[in-house]
């Protein structure tokens, strides 16, 4: 067992894949420069080549086109986005050639990308710069779409996307988790497809949480907060909104009855709205209470701090909702206001 | 081969072209053929000038109009004609249809029905193979209209910004749909990439294919011989509707006269004497396709689910 932050386990994958195969290039704007993606790409261009750890121009949907070509011509591209909002200039390239090329042609093709982009959430970073896409993406078939919450699920899916998986794989990380250091199991890896499963984080008894990226850490915090008071919570990491391990879900919703789905993004047509959906067919009489969804409100993001703390759930309104669905009361509330400052370690701009 | 050969070999391989899309139109009223078609009908010079110039491992990127480029880059009959069928011998088994051919055994690669998409993946094919030391070349074809999309300018820029060795055809038929080339743009197609630094070619009788494919295969040779980006422009005239088997002159956006000129200039439809000395053959090599294709099974359940990922 050794600790390793989410930005230093992004580094490790990055490293891994350039040795791994040498067909594997990096492409993304800034890759290359002193910052190197938040520090995940530093001195990789040293140690490989400008070539390998490409910078781009400011051309999201020809690059991801390039991507897409260079790999239909035998090259692993990985693709960076330090903001996934920067992804919608790509979506032709992503949604109608990338998803698309292995069916439109009958098989013929694969198409192995590999796209990073980061989820902005932290400080005043408004509304072009903190959005959270993946049940837009998630909704069309023919793509991946994983949202690593740990050091340790970068270390396994990342490798497992980059070098084993043939088609394109969309990597949302969460800024905020960068700086926080995680254990990391080094010899318990989970290989093969099984690196893109859901995680069963905690076992509990009273209500399910099920949640993504960041979510999933929030979970934790309430989780153990209301360990105090008696109350049991079961989590899972639900890793990737593609993937979805219904089995896992539905087992623990039979237990406990109760689920709260906690995503960070939107909660319309969202990862929440997916859930309800497979329990509405698939688990139809399991809940004793009806399902919450945790996310942010149906506004774009404030960039002041005063309405952005009441744009995006706080650890004071989890725990609520958790103590409601139980029927709990006479139990304190957390007054935290902002889950940024728990987690927000860095600095300035980003 | 003399150039008398050459002629006739080109010239049979436009005929079958034009016959094969004109069988495509007397057939496609039964609505045995399940998908839109964009019919190549006048413009198949540009597609035999360009292919005859290439060989299987050069790849080639083009449009949802590509049964031209599909027939001259060696695209089997048989699989094409059960892919409109919507069979599942089709080049795509059936999930293609006619904007989306492929033939990666003679290097058509794709297809796209979204205008000027295939551009950057061929700028990346063609990067990628420069840094794995592949022979092939990557050329790609797109219209007048994919010049006016935003990942034009982005693809012509990393081209030339990483000398590139892709050639860019730009098929020029002066119509997006039904909007004339001069509604739509306030640049010249050439001096626009020429302020890339991207060297172009223009070539000015689109009929000729002979003289398309002596000018492309030089060109060919020099972007192999001195790694770079270049663009040749090929007028053309597509004789058909946009989409469809039918003509559209009573739509008031162009005349039959304007066709004339093209016409005119057209071998197959000047050099009646060899037509008649090739039809039959090509005939029968479409009778066998159709076949072919009216034989072949409908995809199934499974097939459905097939190649998503």
């Known amino acids: 067992m050794k600790t390793m932050s989410y930005g230093d386990a992004l580094a490790s994958a990055m490293l891994s894949a350039l040795e791994d195969n040498e067909n594997t290039v990096i492409f993304g704007q800034g890759a290359d420069d002193f910052k190197g993606v938040f520090g995940t790409t530093l001195g990789l261009p040293e140690k490989f080549g400008k070539h390998r750890v490409q910078d781009t121009p400011l051309s999201e949907d020809a690059m991801t086109g390039i991507c897409v070509g260079a790999a239909l011509n035998g090259l692993k591209p990985i693709h960076i986005h330090i903001r996934a909002d920067f992804l919608f200039l790509a979506l032709n390239q992503i949604l109608n050639m990338a998803a698309k090329y292995k069916y439109m042609f009958g098989g013929h093709y694969d198409v192995p990308i590999f796209i990073r982009a980061v989820i902005g959430r932290s400080w005043g970073q408004g509304a072009q710069h903190s959005q959270s896409p993946q049940s837009l993406l998630a909704h069309f078939p023919g793509l991946k779409v994983i949202m690593p919450a740990t050091s340790q699920s970068i270390l396994e899916s990342y490798k497992y996307a980059i070098n084993d998986y043939s088609g394109p794989v969309i990597s949302l990380e969460h800024r905020l988790l960068y700086d926080v250091k995680f254990d990391v199991e080094e010899s318990q890896l989970r290989k093969g497809s099984d690196a893109l499963k859901s995680y069963f984080v905690r076992s509990g008894t009273d209500v399910t949480i099920v949640a993504t990226s960041i979510m999933v850490l929030e979970a934790i915090r309430a989780a153990k907060y209301l360990e105090n008071y008696g109350i049991s919570c079961e989590i899972i990491d639900l890793h990737s909104p593609t993937d979805i391990d219904e089995e896992l879900i539905l087992n623990s919703l039979n237990k406990t009855g109760r689920i709260v789905v906690a995503d960070t993004s939107w909660v319309s047509f969202g990862v929440s709205a997916e859930i309800s959906r497979i329990i509405c067919q698939k688990g139809f009489g399991l809940l004793k209470k009806p399902l919450v969804s945790l996310g942010m409100v149906a506004t774009p993001c404030p960039t002041a701090k005063a309405l952005e703390d009441l744009y995006y759930p706080n650890q004071g309104q989890f725990v609520e909702e958790i103590l409601q669905l139980v029927d709990k009361k006479d139990i304190p509330i957390p007054t935290e206001k902002s889950m940024a400052d728990v987690y927000k370690k860095f600095k300035g701009p980003f | ?309």
Request: charged share 25%; aromatic share 8%; glycine share 8%.
């Open chain 2, 1 to 309: 081969m003399n150039d008398k050969q050459l002629y006739k070999k080109m010239f049979k391989q436009a005929l079958k072209i034009r016959l094969v899309e004109e069988d495509i139109i007397a057939r496609y009223q039964t609505d045995k053929i399940q998908s839109p078609v964009h019919l190549s009908i006048g413009q198949e010079a540009v597609a035999v000038g360009i292919c005859e110039s290439l060989s299987d491992e050069d790849l080639l990127f083009s449009t949802y109009r590509s049964h031209a480029f599909y027939l001259a880059k060696g695209g089997d009959l048989n699989k094409m004609m059960a892919e409109l069928y919507g069979r599942i011998d089709g080049c795509c088994k059936g999930k293609g249809g006619s904007m989306h051919l492929a033939a990666p055994e003679v290097g058509f690669v794709g297809t796209s029905a979204i205008v000027a998409s295939s551009l950057p993946n061929a700028v990346g094919a063609a990067m990628a193979g420069q840094m794995l030391g592949k022979k092939g070349l990557v050329v790609v074809v797109f219209g007048d209209g994919a010049t006016e999309e935003g990942v034009y300018h982005e693809s012509l820029n990393y081209a030339s910004l990483h000398k590139i060795p892709v050639v860019f055809v730009c098929e020029n038929n002066e119509y997006a749909v039904h909007s004339k080339i001069a509604d739509r743009q306030s640049y010249s197609i050439l001096e626009h990439a020429n302020v890339y630094g991207i060297e172009t070619h223009q070539i000015i009788d689109g009929a000729d294919f002979v003289n398309i494919h002596h000018t492309f295969s030089e060109l060919c040779a020099s972007v192999k011989n001195d790694p770079r980006p270049v663009l040749i422009e090929i007028p053309t005239c597509r004789y058909k509707e946009h989409v469809g088997p039918g003509e559209d002159f009573s739509g008031g956006y162009r005349t039959e006269e304007e066709l004339a000129q093209w016409k005119a200039k057209d071998a197959l439809e000047v050099n009646s004497e060899l037509v008649a000395e090739c039809k039959d053959e090509v005939l029968a090599e479409i009778a066998v396709s159709v076949e072919f294709a009216e034989n072949s099974p409908f995809p199934q359940e499974k097939d459905l689910y097939d190649h998503v990922i």
